[in-house]
Nanobody, 125 residues
Framework: QVQLVESGGGLVQAGDSLRLSCADS????????MGWFRQAPGKEREFVAA?????????RYADSVKGRFTISRDNDKNTVYLQMNSLKLEDTAVYYC?????????????????WGQGTQVTVSS
């Protein structure tokens, strides 16, 4: 069974960088597409980035993070990463990783079957 655990969140200043990790502690080794979503207070959950099961496969990004965030994965470690550079105040949110077995990198949260518990990212001025 897939069990996703995020880590790496914290409090940073605007312009700083942060790297989030999401590990599949279930070690299922099924070829899942992985995605990152985020939810700010009072707002709906929104898509951030997604990557196919292959580390060299296609990726997808929200327009708001293109050029600043990079998603990657290490299948040997069952871990997906989100490198966040040039962080802005509006990046403050709880960040969730998610997995889906059947779709190519998608920005639709309904197409993800498994979710982590989330990790808080707070960007201050």
């Amino acid at each position: 069974q897939v069990q996703l655990v995020e880590s790496g969140g914290g409090l940073v200043q605007a312009g700083d960088s942060l790297r989030l990790s999401c590990a599949d502690s279930g070690r299922t080794r099924i070829r899942y597409t992985m995605g990152w979503f985020r939810q700010a207070p009072g707002k709906e959950r929104e898509f951030v980035a997604a990557i196919s099961w292959s580390s060299s496969g296609p990726t997808r990004y929200a327009d708001s993070v293109k050029g600043r965030f990079t998603i990657s994965r290490d299948n040997d470690k069952n871990t997906v990463y989100l490198q966040m550079n040039s962080l802005k105040l509006e990046d403050t949110a709880v960040y969730y990783c998610a997995a889906n077995e059947y779709y190519s990198p998608t920005d639709r949260s309904a197409e993800y079957d498994y979710w982590g518990q989330g990790t808080q990212v707070t960007v201050s001025s």
